[in-house]
């Protein structure tokens, strides 16, 4: 069964087929092949015979087979050790890891066995894990009062590579009775090569071991260098009833794993959530709890307060907090939390992902990126996946499709979290958002497939809603008889969208259609991205009357007087007037039917909010004269019955030069009011002269 899936995984991994029968043959070697094995399958000698054509008449022949033999691959033990040790693992301080899982594997086993009532707990003083370091001899002692192993077991699991003990363990389990239904779940080795890892950093490996099952059974012990044989005693006056130590002496170039700081470093990164406690030097390293490995109902507030100080190194509470297990597609039990607060608010570096993904309580990656979309890294939790499909040094896993199976339950799921915050709490929510929706407007330019989850946590302000958010939920109920659009004005702030220009038609009527205030860029691009919410097509107000006439009604205008009116005969000459005083910023004049207290508006194909956009990019990409391609189109809309639309049209009958300097001043300010970027500079100046001309009138009128 394990060399079928070394088979499956290695082909999976890129490998040829033969290199995958290498590998295969590399950890599955029967018994007698101990410390030896596929020296020849080594070989480098990839050289074919060349080819010669040769004229001849081929025919089929069947083959004649004579002299069959069957034999075993050999292999060039110091090699193999070599590989297992050196090319298996990329980083050294694994070997921690790995010694430490044994431990913990053989202390559940002990466990196991106690409760089955196969062996008993001794006088060892319980289950646990010490460790000990000595810089001055250059050693490391790693012992476990777990299971032990006798002179066979020893010969079998330590003298065999890739045969591990713990998958035959947990075989002979599945067919016998489950004894507190969490035995199997709980053992770590699988593969049967951790061991060896040892030899990546010590000259010699020195186990003395005492079975817990075999009452009275003499000690063990088993000693290598690693360099293809080891050496088997038994040993009696052992310092320990049951267990095994473990002495590593270190190579010269890797003496920082005798020292105590090191070591606790590698055991709290790998370890630190491992059953049973873990002594280093007579204190204990892991005092924290794998509480997504726990019923939520035994869990309390004040260990996950404790777990989230630790996953986010801060003090700082969290917001929410979801503690999520399944069985499909994979076997996964997680805990994620959302903090209350976030790095980029203070425009300081990006989050660094905070999700870590675990394999039966040890770590296989810190900050897995890959287990949720880059817009959610303000996440912080475990993943912890019994079944992953590990590669044999356990910093990686096979299966991609697998792996992105996880990734879109897991973003399901913490999308649905946030959801079911918002039915417990909505000002709650709400107070969040407020600090966080950065990243969530990210995730609705990016993530298609969630985009519906996504748009139900999106909060924003509205006409209709003086204090706070609302939803677009919300809205669409707020939307009047017959309404198809929705309508959104976008500006710094509230104040400023509701004095805009464009909001006038909004603002005269009872009956006019609720409008979504923006006061984020980023929103009218999404808005834009997206196109509509249930069926209504999301429009910004500032357009042309013909986009938002009919949800408008019929809109009253303010006085009929047409003596205060541009005189009909007019509006042509005056409008062709006006565009030509206003050069290429703009395309056309239009008359205004929506107008009541604004002189005249413009827009254009961009938003104001847009043009911001734009200008801004521009800018950073060192353009000169970054708006000068947008106003080509203006519309520029004039109300005919304002008074200064029909004294500027009586002006420029009698002074074009000075009408003309008021329309550019018109113009600036329409623009201004409107928040559409503008030439500032030429701006104030043509404002100064302006002034300069209403102060000379005025004192020329009064001498
Ligand atoms: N401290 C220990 N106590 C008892 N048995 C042990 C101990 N360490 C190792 N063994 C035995 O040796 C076997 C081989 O260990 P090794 O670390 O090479 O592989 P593994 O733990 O089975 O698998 P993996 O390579 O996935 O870690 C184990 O399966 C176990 O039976």
């Known amino acids: 069964m394990l060399s079928k899936l070394i088979i499956k995984q290695a082909i999976r991994s890129g490998a040829s087929q033969r290199q995958a029968l290498l590998q295969r043959t590399l950890f599955t070697a029967p018994k007698s092949m101990r410390f030896m094995a596929l020296n020849r399958c080594f070989s480098t000698d990839n050289s074919r015979p060349q080819q010669v054509e040769i004229e001849t008449e081929m025919v089929e022949q069947e083959p004649v087979i004579s002299h069959t033999e069957k034999k075993e691959f050999r292999a060039e033990t110091r090699k193999l050790l070599d590989i297992v040790a050196k090319s298996i693992y990329t980083d050294k301080e694994v070997f921690v890891r790995e010694l430490i899982s044994n431990c913990s594997d053989a202390l559940e086993k002990q466990r196991y066995s106690e409760i089955a009532g196969k062996a008993t707990s001794g006088n060892t003083g319980g289950l646990f894990i010490n460790i000990t370091t000595n810089e001055k001899e250059r050693t490391l002692t790693i012992f476990d009062s777990g299971i032990g192993m006798t002179r066979d077991e020893v010969t079998d699991n330590l003298g065999t590579i890739a045969k591990s003990g713990s998958q035959e363990f947990m075989k002979n389990l599945q067919g016998g009775a489950q004894v507190d239904g969490q035995a199997l779940d709980s053992i770590i080795g699988q593969f049967g090569v951790g061991f060896y890892s040892t030899f990546i950093v010590a000259d010699s490996v020195e186990v003395f071991t005492k079975s817990g099952l075999e009452g009275g059974a003499k000690g063990v012990r088993w000693v290598s260098d690693g360099s293809g044989d080891y050496e088997v005693s038994t040993v009696e006056n052992l310092d320990f009833e049951r267990g095994t130590k473990i002495v590593l002496k270190l190579k010269p170039e890797s003496r920082e794993f005798s020292r105590e700081s090191e070591v606790e470093k590698i055991v709290k990164k790998f370890s630190l959530f491992i059953n049973y406690p873990i002594k280093l030097n007579g204190q204990l390293v892991n005092n924290l709890q794998a509480i997504w490995y726990r019923e939520k109902r035994d869990v309390t507030e004040d260990e996950y307060e404790r777990f989230f100080e630790h996953l986010g190194n801060t003090k700082v509470p969290y917001k929410f907090k979801l503690h999520y297990s399944t069985d499909v597609p994979l076997t996964i039990k997680a805990v994620f939390y959302v903090p209350s607060t976030h790095q980029e608010k203070m425009g300081m570096t990006q989050e660094t992902p905070n999700l870590h993904l675990y394999c039966r309580k040890v770590l296989i990656k810190e900050g897995a990126t890959e287990l949720l979309p880059s817009y959610l890294r303000f996440i912080k939790g475990v993943v912890d996946c019994e079944d992953l499909p590990l590669n044999i040094s356990r910093e990686t896993y096979q299966d991609s499709a697998l792996i992105s199976k996880l990734r879109n339950v897991i973003t399901r799921r913490v999308l649905k979290m946030l959801e079911d915050e918002i039915k417990r709490d909505s000002d709650r929510y709400d107070n969040w958002f407020e600090t966080f929706n950065h990243f969530l407007k990210e995730g609705l330019m990016m993530d298609s497939e969630n985009k519906e989850s996504l748009l139900r946590l999106m909060r924003y302000s509205a006409t209709f809603k003086e204090k706070g958010f609302i939803s677009l939920d919300e809205y669409v109920k707020k939307m009047k008889a017959g309404q198809q659009k929705i309508y959104y004005v976008t500006a710094q702030t509230r104040e400023g969208a509701i004095n805009n220009p464009f909001m006038e038609p909004f603002k005269n009527s009872e009956d006019a259609p609720p409008v979504l205030i923006l006061t984020n ?45 541009l005189p009909e005969e007019d509006v042509t000459t005056f409008s062709l007037w006006l565009k030509s005083e206003l050069g290429s910023s703009v395309g056309k004049v239009s008359i205004s039917k929506r107008l009541k207290d604004q002189p005249a508006i413009i827009f254009g194909q961009m938003s104001s909010s847009m043009r911001m956009v734009m200008q801004m990019m521009e800018q950073q990409q060192g353009s000169t004269n970054p708006n000068s391609d947008m106003n080509k189109n203006n519309t520029l809309e004039i109300n005919p019955k304002h008074p200064i639309i029909v004294k500027l049209n009586e002006l420029r009958k009698k002074d074009p030069k000075r009408a003309g300097m008021i329309a550019g001043q018109l113009m600036d300010n329409v623009m201004l009011s409107t928040g559409i970027p503008f030439n500032l500079h030429d701006s104030v100046s043509r404002n100064f002269k302006v002034m300069n001309d209403y102060l000379n009138a005025v004192s020329v009128k009064k001498l």
């Open 521 to 565: 860029n980023i929103d009218e691009v999404c808005f834009n991205q997206i196109g509509e919410y249930k069926g209504h097509k999301f429009v910004n107000i500032e357009t042309s009357y013909d986009e938002i006439s009919k949800d408008l009604g019929v809109q009253q205008p303010s006085s009929t007087d047409s003596a205060n009116s």
